[in-house]
């Protein structure tokens, strides 16, 4: 009986952070094969800097999403189906791991309230290849990827700021209190003068008018049940790895040029440019394969060095749609975050202070661009003399163009929230640098999402393909439904920007400002201020 081999492993890096940073997955093996339960387990080891876990205030923990691809019999990559039994993991001292039912993945992170860095040696999680319909003697590439996440526990919270922010979420025409969520429980939004759930529009496309009466079902993510968060916005290293995971027609799917021929004029293929441009690094080769999927790089220099150390790897990731940030949620098991979600996520459980920023006040460095060292580098920092100590900082107008993931932590001499820009759970770059992309609440296709994790996978298209996503089955204004089997999410209905981002004024940083809340649907597909940063429930 042939033994599965593995080949080969993915690493990726987001360095610079305030509490975490440089995830490394390395030594992967695959071991301990039983072709009779037709099982074997995958064998890794992953680290990363300055982790914590807080048995106190936030009490929450930051933590690695890892998830497998693998390949065999067929060309293409697929999702590995991971136990979710402990009693057949191998787990560390000081290390706790959680494989959600779905098997989709893996949280790893701190058993114990700490901090410092994380080196777990040796973990093994079970495989029962079967299940993927693979055979015994199957001979298959693995590759093992991982996300840094951030933990938000279950709790109440308040959504809105007293009436401050444009279209804030508040309890009454009269009433600028926030709305406070108790529960998952239905959201009855009315005309109420006082003490109500008052929904004020952003007055975008589809969106409910200001004191309408709708309900926001309780299936609706709201942010009281605990979930997870990208501690990030997703790095271009990290789109450009999606992209070299998937067949030739998803890969068309996910890149704004045409890649059908042999030819490409545009290399920069989210920007849709011949040339290089601010800060997006992603391209492919000018002459391609005629089939089979192609490679993409990152280069920021344009000097023929492709994939080099200054090439903004660590970048996040622009020119993004919706539909883009749905196909990668759902391949990698996530799924995208709601706008209330987003409030809880930056706010926590603190009371709402009028014109708050992810940070948790309405201290701002307003004084210019900041001057960037080691640009496009795993260690892009800002000079002293031009960062905000003692002060908010972030990307916004004033700044011209976004900054590194964690580029603020990684620079800041006093590591506060305030220098940082860390929300209340220690997530990063939530108020400026890139828009985050966020499920409104006040349209059908908004209210309908129900919060499906995703499968691991995608369709012939390349798109995603989760029940009841927003823009599931091509859906623009109706209610979300099963996917049909056909078009997978491919509209951006229901989709707004909130947190702000490098193109816009300091007012949108606001963390309950909604004046863009259902956006998108009226914005082109991509756009150069949109990142990526998806969630998942916790299980």
Not at 114 to 136: H, K, M, V
Not at 277 to 289: E, H, K, V
Not at 386 to 411: D, E, H, T, V
Request: some cysteine.
């Amino acid at each position: 009986m042939k033994k599965i081999a593995l080949t080969t492993a993915l690493f990726l890096m987001v360095a610079g952070n305030i509490f975490a940073a440089n995830l490394n997955i390395s030594n992967v093996s695959l071991i301990g094969q039983n072709p009779v339960d037709h099982y074997i387990s995958i064998k890794f080891d992953v680290s990363w800097d300055d982790s914590w876990r807080l048995d106190y205030g936030p009490s929450n923990w930051d933590a690695a999403w890892i998830f497998v691809k693998y390949k065999a019999i067929t060309p293409n990559w697929q999702h590995v189906l991971l136990s979710p039994d402990p009693a057949f993991m191998v787990v560390p001292a000081g290390c706790a791991v959680t494989v959600p039912p779905d098997g989709t993945g893996a949280f790893i992170y701190r058993s114990a309230s700490g901090s410092g860095n994380n080196s777990f040696t040796n973990i093994q999680i079970r495989w029962y290849y079967n299940a993927n319909g693979l055979p015994d003697d199957a001979d298959i590439d693995i590759k093992v990827l991982g996300i840094e996440m951030v933990y938000i526990p279950q709790g109440s919270f308040y959504a809105g700021d007293n009436g401050t922010s444009a279209s804030c979420f508040k309890e009454g025409s009269a009433d600028p209190d926030p709305w406070h969520i108790t529960s998952e429980a239905a959201i009855n939004c009315s005309d109420a003068t006082t003490n109500g759930f008052y929904y004020t529009s952003s007055g975008m496309q589809n969106e409910q008018a200001t004191g309408s009466t709708f309900t926001i079902p309780a299936s609706f993510p709201k942010g009281y049940n605990a979930y997870y968060i990208m501690k990030y916005e997703m790095s271009q290293e990290q789109y450009r790895d999606f992209l070299n995971l998937l067949t030739r027609q998803q890969q068309q799917s996910r890149v704004a040029v045409d890649i059908s021929g042999t030819s490409v004029t545009n290399v920069y293929v989210l920007r849709n440019s011949p040339t290089y441009g601010p800060r997006n690094s992603i391209r492919c080769n000018a002459t391609i394969p005629a089939t089979g999927p192609i490679t993409f790089y990152c280069e920021g220099w344009t000097d023929g060095n492709f994939d080099s150390s200054n090439d903004n790897q660590n970048v996040p990731i622009d020119w993004i749609g919706y539909p883009d940030l749905a196909a990668y949620s759902d391949w990698a098991g996530l799924r995208p975050m709601t706008e209330l979600e987003y409030e809880k996520a930056c706010r926590g459980t603190r009371p709402a202070l009028s014109g708050e920023f992810a940070w948790g006040n309405t201290s701002l460095r307003n004084n210019g661009p900041y001057d960037f060292l080691n640009e496009g580098t795993a260690t892009e920092s800002i000079s002293l003399a031009s960062f905000g100590i003692g002060i908010g900082n972030a990307a916004y107008s004033l700044a011209n163009k976004p900054g590194r993931c964690g580029i603020f932590a990684y620079s800041s001499p006093n590591h506060t929230r305030q220098e940082t820009g860390a929300t209340y759970y220690g997530v990063m770059e939530m108020s400026g640098n890139l828009s985050e992309i966020a499920v409104c609440c006040g349209t059908m296709p908004g209210y309908t999402y129900t919060g499906l994790n995703g499968n691991g996978s995608l369709t012939a298209a390349g798109d995603a393909d989760a029940d009841y996503w927003p823009g599931i089955n091509g859906n623009f204004f109706g209610a979300n439904a099963v996917y049909g089997g056909t078009v997978g999410v491919t509209a951006k209905s229901a989709m707004g920007f909130r947190g702000g981002s490098y193109a816009t004024p300091a007012s949108v940083l606001s963390i309950s400002d909604r004046s863009n809340a259902n956006i998108m649907i009226v914005t082109l597909y991509r756009s150069a201020p949109n990142g990526i940063r998806a969630c998942r429930t916790a299980q």
